[in-house]
């Protein structure tokens, strides 16, 4: 019986945490392939794994996000993987949880595995956390490759924008939100499952401030959605 191969993608600019994150990922999974996929103005002579630098993109108009920064850096780094299961990260993301290849394959699932954070309740449509996946690695390059780029004519958070045309333009589901949401997506634990240590939630206090109020829901989908976004134009 073939062994199933595991592999790690951290995508995103060089951060102070990516070294250390992918020398812990090194440790936890040494039998695992790790990639990083960043831009090709970054000093990556000092990261210890392989990396895949691209152009950054064009900036989109009126409205600019880093939805394509995302869908272009994933695409690069994907295509240069062979694992059978990949974890799509990012490169300011600890991922505490030696064994989160075996909660996987424990599912015995298809599905695209993301962390739960308690906050993105199912009541908003096509809301699904973008900066962790789970998937088989064909899952994964039919979501990002598949993926259209935006083209900058709409407001929209880069979970929500993601998520909606996965689901609609790539699955060609309309089926209603709460029967396609489990089609299509396993949430897991965010502390427990995934043990997640997400470097602007530590230090940025403007993102910690956000967060709260989602949890304490004082702020409307579309408010957070955008709150969100401008948030992640500052960090990538």
Same mark, same amino acid.
């Given at each position: 019986?073939?062994?199933?191969?595991?592999?790690?993608?951290?995508?995103?600019?060089?951060?102070?945490?990516?070294?250390?994150?992918?020398?812990?990922?090194?440790?936890?999974?040494?039998?695992?392939?790790?990639?990083?996929?960043t831009?090709?103005?970054?000093?990556?002579?000092?990261?210890?794994?392989?990396?895949?630098?691209?152009?950054?993109?064009?900036?989109?108009?009126?409205?600019?996000?880093?939805?394509?920064?995302?869908?272009?850096?994933?695409r690069?780094?994907? %295509?240069?993987? +062979?694992?059978?299961?990949? $974890? /799509?990260?990012?490169?300011?993301?600890?991922?505490? @949880?030696?064994?989160?290849?075996?909660?996987?394959?424990?599912?015995?699932?298809?599905?695209?595995?993301?962390p739960?954070?308690?906050?993105?309740?199912e009541?908003?449509?096509?809301?699904?956390?973008?900066?962790?996946?789970?998937?088989?690695?064909?899952?994964?390059?039919?979501?990002?490759?598949?993926?259209?780029?935006?083209?900058?004519?709409?407001?929209e958070?880069?979970? %929500?924008y993601? +998520?909606?045309?996965?689901? $609609? /333009?790539?699955?060609?589901d309309?089926?209603?939100? @709460?029967?396609?949401?489990?089609?299509?997506?396993?949430?897991?634990?965010?502390?427990?499952?995934?043990?997640?240590?997400?470097?602007?939630?530590?230090?940025?206090?403007?993102?910690?401030?956000?967060?709260?109020?989602?949890?304490?829901?004082?702020v409307?989908?579309?408010?957070?959605?955008?709150?969100?976004?401008?948030?992640?134009?500052?960090?990538?």
């Amino acid at each position: 019986m073939k062994k199933v191969t595991t592999g790690i993608l951290l995508q995103g600019r060089k951060e102070n945490w990516t070294i250390p994150i992918v020398e812990e990922h090194q440790q936890n999974f040494p039998d695992s392939e790790i990639v990083v996929s960043t831009w090709d103005y970054e000093d990556v002579s000092d990261i210890p794994c392989k990396v895949i630098q691209t152009k950054l993109p064009e900036p989109t108009s009126p409205y600019q996000s880093t939805k394509n920064y995302q869908i272009i850096g994933c695409r690069n780094g994907l %295509k240069e993987m +062979t694992s059978d299961i990949i $974890l /799509k990260t990012r490169t300011d993301i600890f991922m505490h @949880n030696p064994n989160i290849f075996k909660i996987f394959l424990a599912e015995n699932t298809d599905k695209i595995i993301f962390p739960d954070s308690g906050f993105a309740k199912e009541s908003r449509d096509y809301w699904i956390a973008d900066y962790v996946q789970l998937s088989t690695r064909k899952n994964l390059l039919d979501y990002w490759n598949l993926m259209p780029l935006h083209d900058g004519t709409t407001n929209e958070a880069v979970e %929500k924008y993601l +998520t909606r045309n996965y689901v $609609l /333009k790539i699955k060609n589901d309309d089926r209603p939100w @709460n029967i396609v949401r489990d089609e299509y997506y396993l949430g897991k634990r965010y502390h427990e499952d995934f043990q997640i240590e997400f470097e602007k939630s530590v230090y940025l206090e403007r993102y910690q401030d956000i967060l709260l109020s989602a949890s304490m829901e004082d702020v409307s989908d579309d408010r957070l959605f955008k709150l969100l976004d401008a948030s992640n134009m500052k960090t990538k």
